[in-house]
């Protein structure tokens, strides 16, 4: 990777090859995955009628991404984020992202509409734009750094890969801009976003090329905080182990929401 910091610039991600430090990793935090998407206490983490299991906060790692006695979480994609706006910021408890055969189903409550756009547009978002309310209205309330993935399992490319829309970070970063043109940082979160955000998206599906990353255990991608990214329902025939399919994810977030515009 010749320049990684401006492929970034211009693409809005990058993914790195396993490498035996984070392949340890993975394969140390994998058992205990398995385990916190068996915990009872997490049952309320299980969508889509049972084939995802959401897991916010469910891999219970320290700041450095130790997980009990293991190695902390080191490797290429942390070298680059080092260089990034937010590197400075501890890493929170993961994400565990599990997938089962069959995802998406239609979950309680879920309109035929958002259903739909689940299975059709992969549920395409950026990160940290909240919906509330009812009807559903979106906030930024999260405003996240970076977006670091790791695969901890093997999955062929259907099996429910994450998918994203290269560059749309730019395209979607304009829309925030108009949308908070004028207004003081500290009254974002106050603003709703809900017709711009959409406006925006149906741009990025017009221009933007949609990428599938199949990642497989030890294989790391890094996602610019506005990139427009989702999750690909699973085709018919696609293996996983029993346990489904599992990314660990990494959002630490801003301590202001300014940061999340302002920074490259």
Not at 58 to 86: C, H, K, M, Y
Not at 217 to 228: I, Y
Request: glycine share 10%; hydrophobic share 45%; aromatic share 10%.
């Amino acid at each position: 990777m010749s320049d990684p910091a401006a492929t970034f610039l211009r693409d809005g991600w990058l993914r790195f090859p396993a490498e035996p430090s984070v392949l340890a990793w993975a394969a140390h935090a994998l058992p205990v995955a398995i385990d916190a998407a068996a915990d009872r206490a997490n049952a309320h983490w299980l969508r889509c009628g049972g084939t995802w299991f959401v897991g916010v906060d469910a891999l219970p790692n320290d700041a450095e991404g130790r997980i009990g006695a293991g190695s902390v979480l080191a490797g290429a994609a942390r070298d680059f984020l080092s260089t990034q706006p937010g590197a400075a910021l501890s890493l929170h408890r993961a994400q565990v992202s599990i997938c089962y055969p069959g995802y998406p189903q239609p979950m309680a409550g879920e309109s035929d509409t958002a259903f739909a756009f689940r299975r059709e547009r992969d549920a395409a978002h950026v990160d940290g734009l909240l919906a509330e309310g009812a009807p559903k209205q979106r906030f930024l309330r999260e405003p996240h750094a970076w977006i670091l993935g790791i695969a901890l399992s093997s999955g062929e490319g259907g099996a429910s890969p994450t998918v994203l829309w290269e560059g749309s970070h730019t395209v979607m970063r304009a829309a925030f801009r108009r949308a908070f043109h004028g207004i003081p940082p500290g009254r974002w979160g106050e603003v709703d976003v809900t017709a711009i955000y959409a406006a925006a998206r149906r741009e990025v599906f017009a221009r933007c090329r949609r990428m599938v990353l199949g990642l497989q255990p030890g294989e790391a991608c890094v996602f610019h905080r506005h990139l427009l990214h989702g999750m690909a329902s699973w085709a018919e025939g696609a293996a996983a182990p029993a346990f489904g399919r599992i990314i660990a994810w990494f959002r630490p977030q801003f301590s202001t929401l300014d940061e999340w515009m302002s920074a490259d």
